[in-house]
C-alpha cells in the first residue's frame, strides 16, 4: 500500500488570481485535475489523500462531480503552515501504507515515471526527493556583492513528489514544529537525522506559482496531448 498526499491548501496569493489557481481551468479542467490525474493513473499508488483549504472543500467536492478519481479516498482540511497540512494528510492514510510520496497540488506535469521511481528509491533507501539539475551559473552575494560562484554540479532543485517510507515520516512530524515555516519535507526528514537519496527527474515537472508558470504549463500540457 501506497499513499499520495496532494498539497493544495494555499491561497495563491504570489500567484495574483481572484481564486486559488489550483481550481483555475488550464487545458480545460481545474489545475488541481490534472495533477490528481497524474496519479490516479500511476500504478504504484493505492490512495489519494487530498488537502485543501477548509473553505475550498465543498467547491472541490461540487466540481469533482465531473471527474473520476477512484483513488481519492480523502478531502481533509490543511493547516496554517505547509507542514501542518501535510501532517493532517499523513493521520489520514491508510494505516497500512508503506510508502507516502507527498506532492504540490501545483505540480501538474509530473509524470508516473517518475512517481514510480521516486517510490522505489525510497522503499530501497527509506527516503527520497525528486529532484533537478541547476543549468544557470550561481552566485552567492553579500553586501551588494558577487561574493564567490558556487558550483553548481554539486546543486539540485528539489521538485515533488518527495517520498518516504511511513514510519520515518511520522517520526520525522513528531519531531518537528508545525508552525515553523518550511517548504519541503525533505527538510523535515533531514533535521530527524535521515540520509535522503535523490532521484533525477524533469525539469518540466514545473510548479505553478506565478503567471509565467501558467504559460508554459499551458504549452507543456498541450505537447502531452499530441
Excluded at 500500500?1 to 493544495?8: L, P
Excluded at 507542514?83 to 509530473?110: C, F, M, Q, W, Y
Aim: hydrophobic content about 40%; charged content about 30%.
Amino acid at each position: 500500500m501506497n499513499s499520495a498526499i496532494i498539497v493544495a491548501a494555499g491561497s495563491g496569493t504570489r500567484f495574483g488570481a481572484a481564486k486559488p489557481k489550483q481550481f483555475l481551468e488550464i487545458g480545460g479542467k481545474a489545475l488541481i485535475f490534472h495533477t490528481l490525474e497524474r496519479f490516479e493513473n500511476c500504478d504504484a499508488i493505492d490512495e489519494i489523500i487530498l488537502v485543501l483549504a477548509e473553505n475550498e472543500i465543498e467547491n472541490f467536492r461540487r466540481i469533482a462531480r465531473n471527474h473520476k478519481i477512484k483513488k481519492l479516498k480523502k478531502t481533509i482540511t490543511g493547516g496554517k503552515t505547509r507542514a501542518e497540512s501535510v501532517s493532517n494528510g499523513l493521520k489520514a492514510i491508510d494505516e497500512t501504507s508503506e510508502i507516502v510520496a507527498v506532492h504540490d497540488g501545483a505540480r501538474p506535469l509530473v509524470t508516473k515515471e517518475e512517481i514510480i521511481a521516486t517510490i522505489e528509491k525510497a522503499k530501497e533507501t527509506g527516503a527520497a526527493c525528486l529532484t533537478a539539475k541547476v543549468t544557470d551559473t550561481i552566485k552567492r552575494v553579500e553586501n551588494g556583492k558577487i561574493a564567490a560562484t558556487i558550483d553548481r554540479e554539486t546543486l539540485r532543485r528539489a521538485l515533488t513528489p518527495q517520498c518516504f517510507k511511513t514510519e520515518i515520516l511520522r517520526k520525522a512530524f513528531k519531531k518537528s514544529d508545525l508552525n515553523e515555516t518550511v517548504t519541503d519535507e525533505s527538510f523535515l526528514v533531514e533535521k530527524a537525522g535521515y540520509e535522503i537519496a535523490y532521484v533525477d527527474g524533469s525539469a518540466t515537472n514545473i510548479k505553478i506559482t506565478h503567471q509565467e508558470d501558467w504559460i508554459l504549463a499551458e504549452i507543456l500540457l498541450k505537447q502531452g496531448e499530441k
